[in-house]
């Protein structure tokens, strides 16, 4: 009843809000969200040789549980219970995230226990999962997996792990056997964080790290590293007409990602507000993204060539100067390392060339997988 009778109270306020205050209405607030994350220390840079491993991991442990067969059935399973599910896989950690209303904490609790606990993976979906990371990558049956460009830059210019090189074989001719054996390696208790943003209490973090702590580790079999790539220079291939800035940036471990994206919007509102004072556009568009050791800050600013580079360069900076990283560290996986000080952008902007006069069949390609792989990442 109480509850009943404050809902209503409040309804009532509303209304009397509306008739009195010339057509304002005041409406009662919803319940904010909770989330829960766990964070895996393993990514595409993780497990040379068998680079979509974690990748494809991450698919079949939402696979073939009570509910349902696959991640696409346990995302609607859980819709329909108000809670929203997501899981990313990135080069250096996969991170799994439950969001709904408190009310829901055990729900959500028991779900990410179901996910993360199994001793074994589901062989059920095991090629039909192969199939659709193919397709989410949009390649053919032929795909084997290699390392991107985001991996590469980080690795030469943000202190990234050096990225693997390209596996030896299909993704189409992994072994079940050896996935088998890189989860039972990876998903152990010190590779896995669990994070929750909700007020003390909501979630019992440590029944549920216990719960999906219970595997022995093992060791990965040698056979499945492979090389490692040199973490040398990079070329970064620019567009005509679009000047491009990329920052290299600290990763999670040492930036907060919501500093990170308090420093990308600063500096592309300053830009924004130069070109369209200095050459009447409007679009300059920011991208971020971070992996735990290393990241990027990419500004994208069509109808400009690269003369005017330097100067946008000059300008992003002395915004992202500007910008009080105190008043931001709300990024959980960055406190989970000790929350260091966040350190600002780590280098000056890598400022990508487009290729002039003709250019060769490769050089073409390589633009447009650019293109493609920026946008991917970005």
Request: aromatic share 6%.
């Amino acid at each position: 009843m109480v509850k009943r009778f404050a809902i209503l109270a409040l309804c009532a306020a509303s209304i009397q809000t509306a008739q009195a205050g010339g057509g304002t209405l005041s409406a009662p607030l919803r319940e904010q969200p909770v989330r829960l994350h766990a964070v895996v220390s393993v990514g595409t840079t993780s497990v040379c040789g068998m680079r979509e491993a974690p990748h494809l991991i991450e698919h079949l442990l939402l696979s073939d549980t009570h509910l349902g067969e696959t991640p696409v059935d346990a995302i609607l399973a859980l819709r329909a219970k108000g809670i929203k599910l997501s899981a990313l896989t990135r080069s250096d950690f996969t991170e799994y995230t439950l969001e709904g209303p408190a009310s829901k904490a055990s729900v959500m609790s028991e779900a990410l226990v179901t996910f993360l606990s199994r001793s074994s993976l589901p062989k059920t979906g095991f090629e039909r999962e192969k199939r659709v990371i193919i397709s989410e990558v949009m390649a053919t049956s032929a795909y084997v997996s290699s390392p991107t460009l985001y991996e590469r830059f980080i690795a030469a210019k943000a202190g990234g792990q050096a990225s693997c090189s390209a596996d030896s074989e299909r993704l189409l001719d992994y072994g079940f056997d050896d996935l088998q054996s890189i989860y039972r390696a990876y998903y152990t208790p010190g590779n896995v964080r669990v994070l929750a943003n909700a007020a003390p209490g909501t979630f019992d973090l440590d029944a549920i790290s216990a719960a999906i702590g219970e595997r022995e580790s093992t060791t990965v079999a040698t056979s499945h590293y492979g090389k490692r790539e040199a973490a040398g220079s990079i070329e970064v291939i620019g567009r005509p007409g679009v000047v491009e800035l990329i920052f290299p940036i600290a990763g999670r471990a040492k930036l907060p990602s919501d500093a990170a994206n308090a420093l990308a919007d600063q500096a592309r509102l300053e830009v924004q507000a130069h070109i369209r004072r200095v050459h009447e556009l409007y679009a300059a568009r920011s991208f971020v993204d971070q992996s735990v050791h290393g990241g990027w800050i990419r500004l994208e600013i069509p109808g400009l060539d690269n003369r005017d580079a330097p100067r946008l360069a000059e300008i992003a900076q002395a915004a992202m100067q500007r910008v009080d990283l105190s008043l931001y560290g709300d990024d959980l996986l960055w406190q989970s390392y000790g929350a260091e000080a966040a350190l600002r952008p780590m280098a000056d902007p890598v400022i990508p060339e487009p290729p002039t006069g003709k250019q060769g069949w490769l050089r073409s390609i390589s633009s447009s997988i650019w293109s493609f792989l920026a946008g991917l990442w970005g």
